[in-house]
């Protein structure tokens, strides 16, 4: 009989790692265990951890102490992209019963449900070698919003100069077109209206067979009950005319691309070992803006890394400043080892990052406001989500991912209402009043 009675989860880093929690956390409701909040007393406790940057990896150990001190005896199990990596550092972390890695995560219950061993072995690690990883596991998230996020695409075959994910995920791979949209419906089947793609490299879907994205899109826009199809980050060489032609007659697929740059400076650009060169992602956000004029473009961009000169970042940041984009995701850049970046030269301070980091934040803050302002009085539907906070406001997002606020009794959490963008409140956000509701 199984002895753990509750199960609690910590998720840190990207939409796919919570996609992949969400399904871990379902095969322990389905095995006997209850779920239960993280804050809460658990005998299990499943940390999801990333290694994009430094802080992910002290952000893990803060959390393993978290669950001991709710449990001083639980059991810990440490998964994902940093268990992956650095298994057995993980393990030397106090605290810490089990590490597994990329293939291993996903059947938890097997290492820990075994009939006649009650007790682990302390610090046990099962983590196989990465390049050995070829089983696509799908996954999606469930229960905790309105949308789902559903992994249709993992690993990655490009070899950028400051990442690890390569080494942590292994290769490109993905399910069928047919599987996919299966798991799709399955997802929609438990009531969410949106649904976010989400992949290590989406664009890559289908790499080594005959199919490919926009593929999956099109069948993806025929099932009954999406209302919307929004694609979470999409690499600028990948994302086609095709794509964007389709976004704009499908009737699911949200004008809203969000498109990583890491930098607007070609020499940057190759240090990095990116696929495309500058002007590809200038005229992928032209050819956007040509097709889908409200459309919301969101940006990566990496401050600080090795060779990031005064006028390079400066290159970056006027470039930025030019371009009809609509915020920035800014990425401060840390040492990751086991990558090349790590040995070039020209390393920045850390003032110097954080300078930067700041400037491109006030930049992308200004760039959201007056994406926000382009469309004042324009009418939108606005997928609300949740339930009321203290101060009596429901949020919500239109199709092009403006947020919006209101108190009005008609937005019900996973309903779609159209409304009329009048009033930007103090906090930067719309406020919707009852009387505004378009026709």
Known sequence: MNQYKKVAFYTLGCKLNFSETSTISRNFEEGGYA??????????YVINTCSVTDNADKKCRSVVRKAKRNNPNCKIVV?????????????????????????EKFNILAHLDED?????????????????????FPSYSIGDRTRTFLKVQDGCDYSCSFCTIPLARGKSRSHSIKNTVEVAKEAVAKGSKEIVLTGVNLGDFGVGTKENFLGLLKELDKIEGVVRLRVSSIEPNLLTDEIIDFAAVSKTLVPHFHIPLQSGSPELLKLMRRRYKRDVYE??????KNVLPDCCIGVDVIVGFP?????????????????????????????????????????????????????????????KRKFYEIHQAKSFPVLWEGEQDENGYVYGFTSNYIKIKTKSPSAQANTVQRVKLKELDRDGIYKHEENETSS
Request: negative net charge; charged residues 35%.
């Open 35 to 44: 779920k239960v909040n993280f804050d809460e007393s658990a005998d299990v």
């Open 79 to 103: 998964i994902g992209c940093y268990a992956q990596l650095k298994p057995n550092e993980i393990v030397k972390i106090e605290g810490v019963d089990l590490v597994l890695g990329a293939n």
């Open 116 to 136: 006649d061993k009650p007790e682990l072995d302390e610090g046990k690690v099962v983590n196989g070698e990465i390049g050995e990883v070829n089983e696509f």
């Open 283 to 288: 005229s992928r956000v032209a050819k956007i």
């Open 307 to 367: 060779g990031e000169t005064d006028e390079r970042f400066m290159e970056t940041y006027e470039f930025l400043q030019e371009l009809d984009v609509s915020y920035f995701h800014v990425f401060t850049y840390s040492e990751r080892d086991n990558t090349k970046a790590i040995q070039l030269e020209g390393v920045v301070t850390r003032e110097k990052r954080a300078e930067r980091s700041k400037m491109l934040q006030i930049l992308s803050a200004k760039k």
